[in-house]
């Protein structure tokens, strides 16, 4: 699913791109360069003389580029040829963040972190996002984030509108939810100690995969749209619904979650329309395991899921796990397509993906 122009091998022209390679310390010395010996600021690497169609910005991982304004393509890509955006770790040099160059808005408000447009089509990955007076991250349709960090923002940490894709990113510690979706797919996402929902979904055709959300104020997963799906998802110890639907459903399912220790219902559902919902775990739910009625509910489990290690945010079910009889694909452990890039956060000893064998999360 990753861009051919970066991920083939090789680098620059040699490859079938234009690389723009950005300073370490922002500087603009050498304009729309394309040598990583000679890099251009960010300012000009987003502008009009940068990273258009095809080719790919590298923000080099050295420290914080501080910002006042949200950081924002100038050109367009195409579904042909995205614009990439990448991240990297000083040409494969120590890293200082992890591998992700932080972007720093310094509280500025008003604005966005990163804004991306749905005319941009783009791939953005490998960022370290904060502290915006908006959203973290604001991204549009035809669009995909991966394996980005926002964090401290003043609003939600990703705003996704409009059929984008998210994959591999973390929201935390943000003042509004984790992820707002309007519509879209979030793939192996985690949100976090966040002031509203982990993830709140108000728009059709939302659907989340093997997410968690944890330790949220409000509910993990709030869907407030028919037929927004949460699968293979974890929502544990959040502050109200482990899952809450509070629009009528109309179709949708719910299906192979584990919901524990929240402080409301592990899922509410309230009087839905041809929902299913299948094959979830629950376990410690304050009020009450789920509320509703009128929807197909089938091979349900209970019991503590005997996670690996929640306290350190690890999500993984032991071996005795009561959770681990669930019928859930157990196949996305071994054979994930992005375990080149590693999970959000930490990586395993082979730089892989440490998901979880048998439950609806990932090890962070």
Same mark, same amino acid.
């Given at each position: 699913?990753?861009?051919?122009?970066?991920?083939?091998?090789?680098?620059?022209?040699? +490859?079938?791109?234009?690389?723009?390679?950005?300073?370490?310390?922002?500087?603009?010395?050498?304009?729309?360069?394309?040598?990583?010996?000679?890099?251009?600021?960010?300012?000009?690497?987003?502008?009009?003389?940068?990273?258009?169609?095809?080719?790919?910005?590298?923000?080099?991982?050295?420290?914080?580029?501080? #910002?006042?304004?949200?950081?924002?393509?100038?050109?367009?890509?195409?579904?042909?040829?995205?614009?990439?955006?990448?991240?990297?770790?000083?040409?494969?040099?120590?890293?200082?963040?992890?591998?992700?160059?932080?972007?720093?808005?310094?509280?500025?408000?008003?604005?966005?972190?990163?804004?991306?447009?749905?005319?941009?089509?783009?791939?953005?990955? +490998?960022?370290?996002? #904060?502290?915006?007076?908006?959203?973290?991250?604001?991204?549009?349709? #035809?669009?995909?984030?991966?394996?980005?960090?926002?964090?401290?923002?003043?609003?939600?940490?990703?705003?996704?509108?409009?059929?984008?894709?998210?994959?591999?990113?973390?929201?935390?510690?943000?003042?509004?939810?984790?992820?707002?979706?309007?519509?879209?797919?979030?793939?192996?996402?985690?949100?976090? &100690?966040?002031?509203?929902?982990?993830?709140?979904?108000?728009?059709?055709?939302?659907?989340?995969?093997?997410?968690?959300?944890? &330790?949220?104020?409000?509910?993990?997963?709030?869907?407030?749209?028919?037929?927004?799906?949460?699968?293979?998802?974890?929502? &544990?110890?959040?502050?109200?619904?482990?899952?809450?639907?509070?629009?009528?459903?109309?179709?949708?399912?719910?299906?192979?979650?584990?919901?524990?220790?929240?402080?409301?219902?592990?899922?509410?559902?309230?009087?839905?329309?041809?929902?299913?919902?299948?094959?979830?775990?629950?376990?410690?739910?304050?009020?009450?395991?789920?509320?509703?009625?009128?929807?197909?509910?089938?091979?349900?489990?209970?019991?503590?899921?005997?996670?690996?290690?929640?306290?350190?945010?690890?999500?993984?079910?032991?071996?005795?796990?009561?959770?681990?009889?669930?019928?859930?694909?157990?196949?996305?452990?071994?054979?994930?397509?992005?375990?080149?890039?590693?999970?959000?956060?930490?990586?395993?000893?082979?730089?892989?993906?440490?998901?979880?064998?048998?439950?609806?999360?990932?090890?962070?």
């Amino acid at each position: 699913m990753q861009p051919t122009n970066i991920f083939g091998g090789g680098s620059g022209t040699a +490859n079938g791109y234009t690389a723009h390679y950005v300073a370490h310390d922002g500087t603009d010395t050498y304009a729309n360069a394309t040598n990583s010996a000679t890099p251009c600021s960010l300012a000009t690497a987003m502008g009009a003389g940068g990273g258009a169609a095809g080719d790919v910005v590298f923000i080099m991982d050295s420290g914080t580029y501080t #910002r006042t304004t949200a950081v924002s393509l100038t050109n367009n890509g195409s579904t042909a040829a995205y614009i990439v955006v990448a991240g990297i770790d000083n040409q494969n040099g120590a890293n200082s963040n992890g591998g992700r160059p932080i972007i720093d808005l310094q509280d500025t408000g008003g604005v966005n972190g990163i804004s991306v447009a749905s005319n941009n089509v783009s791939w953005w990955e +490998n960022l370290d996002v #904060r502290q915006a007076g908006l959203a973290g991250v604001s991204i549009g349709d #035809r669009n995909i984030a991966y394996n980005i960090f926002s964090h401290d923002n003043g609003s939600d940490g990703f705003d996704v509108l409009g059929n984008a894709v998210v994959i591999f990113c973390d929201s935390s510690l943000n003042a509004g939810n984790g992820f707002f979706v309007s519509s879209g797919e979030i793939w192996y996402c985690r949100s976090f &100690d966040n002031s509203g929902d982990g993830f709140q979904t108000n728009g059709e055709a939302a659907h989340h995969f093997w997410c968690q959300a944890f &330790d949220n104020t409000v509910d993990g997963f709030d869907c407030n749209h028919h037929s927004s799906n949460v699968s293979f998802c974890t929502a &544990d110890g959040n502050g109200g619904d482990g899952i809450s639907y509070t629009a009528t459903i109309k179709g949708g399912f719910t299906f192979g979650n584990i919901l524990s220790n929240n402080g409301a219902y592990g899922l509410n559902v309230g009087t839905p329309k041809l929902h299913m919902t299948l094959f979830n775990h629950f376990h410690g739910n304050t009020t009450a395991a789920k509320s509703g009625s009128g929807y197909l509910s089938a091979d349900e489990t209970t019991g503590d899921p005997d996670f690996t290690n929640a306290a350190s945010d690890d999500f993984s079910l032991g071996a005795f796990s009561n959770a681990n009889n669930l019928e859930l694909s157990t196949t996305y452990a071994g054979t994930n397509p992005f375990t080149d890039k590693g999970t959000v956060g930490t990586e395993d000893a082979a730089g892989g993906v440490k998901m979880a064998g048998d439950s609806g999360g990932m090890v962070g």
